[in-house]
């Protein structure tokens, strides 16, 4: 039983909470097992099983993987599974993924970009899924959950391990794996939401391979292994965000954690199947993650599973959106990661994982525009003249949406219907798409001068440019104010001045303002907030402040709110992930907002700004 729709428990569901009547298995945290080599018939296996930690006892039948294979990888988000690589006598590439709410068979993903097996690492937030690391080559590979496809590349490990079984633990931003080939003890972590090498974290308390990895949101546990050569039924734990070594936590019920898979709830770990010697186990085991102690027996498998992997609905990683706020804000990742977070906008909070762009660049600057239900994100550097499509509703991958006139840097901002775009880095050429159809951008006019990264918004008619970098030209910023009626074409008028000459600075508004945030001046960044009442032309007033000396970060909101989010602070020298908020309509400096997963975000978008009618 569960509550109803409208949140109201009847009076039979709150009984069986309070009695020992039979625990609704739909209600909790569940996991899958793939068996990956089945020790009971001596032969690689498909089936995978459920169970459910809240409820201790044996598995039960799930479905069948695409190919029975051992030494895979499992990982996953709050709604999907997913297995990748393995071997059952050769080498495989094959990505499957299974429903957590519906049982049957896998269903294909897409492909590795090469055939891997020795169970691979693999961790998981919400959107993105991260794993590899299974062969000599070492190679680490990311897809976006939500969006079936091969592979993209991630980075490369500190030193090549390949042997199976690499625990591998993790949170919403961090995955840690430990241990593998050569006898080693090494720990190592890499960031989710970015893309890069894997980082040294510290050393397990032995030399070990085989082991099995289980975490909650700030500890991960290692249990299990082989240490030259024999058995070991150790545990050990380390904290996610606090780089060192390992300590010691308890013991296995035996040394049948070889081989075994690990899978984990918000608070409890299993251990599930695992050799013995030269067997499998069908036993699942289960720990405490914040405390210390000795596993105890959960249930058991059908199967004595040895090399399989396992997935949880509820794992340390996810960021569960059980529904999407009315008022979200979306800020893409600064560089190759390509990734989107997001913010409800009404509320104070930190950012969650939502999604990726469909296309990856060097380290540069994107141009959003948005509809309340599209989000288009374009440009970047090296001369990029992609367009990205994002659904508000719907998390997980971009898709192509058409390409720009000029690529390259790129601002942008939108009214309901078009975007439009300041493209081609020092270039005073403007385009524009229509967001609800997919296809090329068209040359729409010129800007005032050939200038990089103007600040854009406006409202349903009109939309403003601000300041920009007309490098190598003198003065090299500008503190020009220019505009343009959205649904014509042409070049910008004069608008009128900001209150400094300014480039990279950060635009948003309401249906009547429009506000520029900080900037930079030639020398130093500024912390100035400042406005224009947008249907009327006119010099910029003060506004307030920012928390800091801010340029280049996401700026959006919706009739009422300005969120400025993560950008590079000049006063700390960094790039930030702090995110900071204001009334559009009142005067007065910025506050807390919370903080983002990353600390770079050259765009950001949302499905309620000015621009919006």
């Known amino acids: 039983m569960a509550p109803s729709y ?14 020992g009547w ?64 393995g071997y059952t006598g050769s080498n495989s590439d094959v990505i499957d993924f299974m429903v957590y709410a519906s049982a049957g068979n896998a269903t294909d993903f897409g492909d590795l970009a090469s055939a891997q097996r020795r169970n691979p690492f693999g961790a998981a937030n919400n959107v993105r899924g991260v794993f590899g690391a299974g062969n000599s080559s070492g190679s680490i590979y990311y897809v976006t959950i939500a969006s079936a496809g091969n592979t993209s590349d991630f980075g490369s490990p500190t030193e090549q391990k390949s042997h199976r079984s690499q625990g591998m633990v993790g949170n919403t931003t961090r995955g840690i794996y430990a241990g593998g080939s050569a006898l080693t003890n090494v720990i190592d972590y890499f960031t989710i939401p970015t893309t890069g090498n894997s980082i040294d974290f510290g050393n397990l308390t032995a030399t070990k391979y085989e082991i099995s990895g289980m975490s909650s949101s700030t500890r991960g546990v290692f249990a299990g292994g082989r240490i030259d050569g024999a058995d070991t039924n150790v545990i050990e734990y380390i904290t996610i965000t606090s780089a060192g070594n390992a300590s010691d936590f308890g013991d296995l019920l035996s040394s049948t954690g070889r081989g075994a898979s690990g899978a984990s709830s918000s608070t409890k770990g ?89 296309y990856t660049t060097t380290n540069g600057s994107f141009g959003g525009a948005s509809s309340s239900t599209r989000m288009c994100v374009a440009g970047a550097t090296s001369n990029t003249n992609n367009i990205d499509l994002t659904i508000f509703a719907t998390r997980g991958k971009g898709t192509d949406f058409g390409d720009l006139v000029v690529g390259g840097i790129t601002t942008g901002s939108s009214n309901s219907t078009r975007g439009l775009f300041s493209t081609g880095g020092a270039s005073n050429t403007i385009d524009y798409i229509t967001i609800a159809s997919a296809g090329n951008a068209t040359d729409f006019g010129n800007l005032y001068a050939a200038v990089s990264n103007p600040a854009m918004a406006g409202n349903t008619t009109r939309m403003l440019f601000m300041g920009g970098d007309q490098e190598p030209s003198s003065p090299r910023y500008l503190n020009e104010i220019g505009y343009v009626t959205i649904s014509s074409t042409g070049n910008t008028t004069d608008f009128g ?33 400042q406005y224009v009442t947008t249907a009327s032309t006119g010099n910029a007033t003060d506004f307030g402040d920012l928390l800091s000396q801010w340029t280049q970060g996401a700026c959006f909101g919706n009739s009422t709110r300005a969120i400025v989010g993560q950008g590079y602070n000049w006063e700390t020298d960094a790039t930030q992930n702090v995110i900071q908020y204001f009334t559009i309509a009142s005067t007065g400096d910025s506050a807390d907002f919370g903080d983002a997963i990353n600390s770079g975000a050259p765009a950001g978008q949302s499905n309620g700004h000015g621009g919006i009618a």
């Open 6 to 19: 409208s949140g109201v428990w009847n009076i039979s569901t709150q009984y069986q909470y309070r009695t």
């Open 22 to 85: 039979p625990f609704d298995l739909n209600l909790g945290s569940k996991a899958l097992t793939a068996i990956g080599y089945d020790d009971t018939n001596s032969a690689y296996s498909n089936v995978v099983e459920r169970f459910v930690f809240e409820s201790a006892g044996n598995s039960t039948d799930f479905g069948d993987l695409s190919v029975a294979r051992s030494e895979l990888a499992g990982f996953g988000n709050d709604t999907r599974a997913l297995f990748a690589s």
């Open 270 to 358: 299993a251990i599930i199947g695992g050799g013995t010697g030269g067997g499998g186990s069908n036993v699942i085991q289960t720990i405490t993650i914040a405390s210390t102690g000795n596993a105890s027996d959960f249930g058991d498998l059908s199967l004595e599973a040895v090399y399989g992997a396992s997935a949880s609905d509820a794992q340390a990683g996810v960021q569960a959106l059980t529904s999407l706020p009315s008022a979200i804000g979306l800020m893409t990742s600064n560089g190759s990661d390509s990734f989107i977070e997001s913010v409800d906008i009404t509320t104070l909070g930190n950012g969650v994982a939502f999604g990726d762009i469909s």
């Open 497 to 529: 001045d900001l209150l400094q000459t300014l480039g990279y600075g950060m635009a948003t508004s309401s249906s009547t303002r429009v506000v520029y945030c900080g900037g930079y001046n030639g020398s130093a960044g500024v912390n100035t907030i």
